[in-house]
């Protein structure tokens, strides 16, 4: 191909996870770059003796230093991004359909063997995330075979994410193409929700916990239920529509409590059930405690607190902490649905934080579902690294 300049040699020894098709290859188990590759050009990636391993996309300032498009030396473009954008759209469509809802994630970076590309659908809108170099640098061919395939004309840029500055790359926001709306009222299993594309978190709401969503309306009727980080309330508005007896809210975040307030509206819920409460979670819960408040089901779905494997620890003490209080603070046989969204936990080492947590607050618990993320953010078998959400049901006995 000729915008292949490069080629990079792995050390010997140094391509078994290759092999395995996982398509990342770290910076340590490069021996040679050949030719004089930049920022997101395309590269072969050879063994040591020189045999064609994959064809990928070429970092040089991040750990992950190609990430692999595709395990064949033929790799052009825009052939390449129309079929894997339609073969993602494809399984999407092969998904058992919740009637009526309009928001989905369309694409699923490594998992849709596209590192580096989130797509989101928000009724006629796509919100797309590069977060690569390589994604980067074929952002326009990106966009033409998303208008191709989706038929949407509407598309909203919200690059605005930490691991773009691992790959060298600057923020970017704003209106990609057509003339994408600042929000929009999507409906996810019969409830509205107000997305704001150009403002709220990832691409504007958290696809990946609509089922979750959905298992808390079913097990919240006639319960007093407590939504730690409820952002723009998921949880809360399914927990009401579920017929909770009552619902507090708690986020650090005035602007998702505003939306909060308006999903509530939207939903046409009971004001009169909602407490809504801006304070920093860990805070609160030490407070409900010292109150002696007392809750049947509590959600806990913080914000990434290891976003690597670097940030373990502390994560483990935080995710302790809140599992730690909120179990307490439950009455007996009581529900906790606790969720941790850090790729540096894995879901056997939440399972374990959970139990020491249970453990100190002298509470029998068990696991009565494993949660993960919702179908349409799949997890590719050559890329466990894609199973980043995991939870835990867990039903409480009391005190032991
Ligand atoms: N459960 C939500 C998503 C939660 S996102 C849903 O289903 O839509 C995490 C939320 O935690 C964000 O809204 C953020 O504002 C909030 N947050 C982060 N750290 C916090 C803290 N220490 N105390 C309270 N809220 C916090």
Same mark, same amino acid.
């Given at each position: 191909m000729s915008d292949r300049v490069g080629v990079i040699v792995l050390k010997p020894g140094r391509e078994k996870a290759l092999l395995r098709r996982h398509p990342w290859v770290f910076s340590g188990a490069v021996g040679q770059v050949r030719g004089d590759p930049s920022l997101g050009d395309t590269v072969e990636v050879h063994n040591h003796r020189g045999e064609f391993l994959a064809v990928g996309a070429y970092s040089p300032v991040s750990q992950i230093r190609v990430r692999v498009w595709d395990w064949q030396p033929d790799f052009d473009p825009a052939i390449f991004f129309y079929k894997r954008i339609s073969a993602a759209i494809a399984y999407r469509e092969s998904l058992p359909a919740p009637s009526g809802n309009t928001a989905r994630r369309l694409v699923h970076a490594e998992s849709d063997g596209l590192p580096g590309l989130v797509v989101d659908q928000y009724g006629q809108t796509l919100v797309v995330q590069i977060l690569s170099a390589g994604t980067e640098r074929w952002r326009e061919i990106i966009l033409e075979a998303l208008v191709k395939t989706t038929g949407i004309d509407n598309i909203y840029e919200r690059s605005d994410v930490d691991v773009r500055q691992l790959e060298g790359l600057s923020d970017r926001v704003g209106s990609l193409h057509g003339d994408p709306p600042g929000r929009v009222v999507i409906e996810e299993e019969g409830l509205k929700f107000e997305v704001g594309?150009?403002?709220?978190?990832k691409t504007g709401f958290y696809l990946d916990q609509s089922l979750n969503r959905l298992q808390v309306r079913e097990m919240a009727e006639g319960k007093d239920v407590l939504d730690c980080f409820c952002y723009t309330g998921g949880f809360s508005v399914n927990a009401m529509r579920g017929g909770a007896s009552s619902v507090t809210a708690v986020d650090a975040s005035l602007d998702a409590l505003d939306g909060l307030q308006t999903n509530w509206v939207l939903n046409q819920l009971? $004001? $009169?059930f909602l407490t809504s409460v801006q304070a920093d979670v860990f805070q609160q819960l030490r407070s409900y405690r010292d109150q002696a408040r007392n809750f049947d089901l509590i959600v806990l779905d913080p914000p990434k607190f290891a976003p690597t494997t670097a940030q373990v620890k502390k994560a483990a003490r935080g995710y302790k902490d809140i599992n730690l209080l909120a179990l307490k603070l439950l009455r007996p046989g009581g529900t906790l649905v606790t969720f941790s969204c850090s790729g540096g936990v894995d879901a056997a080492l939440f399972q374990k934080i959970v139990a020491d947590a249970a453990l100190d607050a002298g509470v029998n618990a068990r696991i009565v579902a494993h949660l993960a993320q919702s179908p349409d953010h799949p997890v590719a078998l050559n890329f466990p690294e894609g199973a980043y959400l995991k939870g835990l049901i867990l039903s409480t006995t009391g005190k032991s």
């Open positions: 594309l150009n403002s709220g978190h009971p $004001q $009169q």
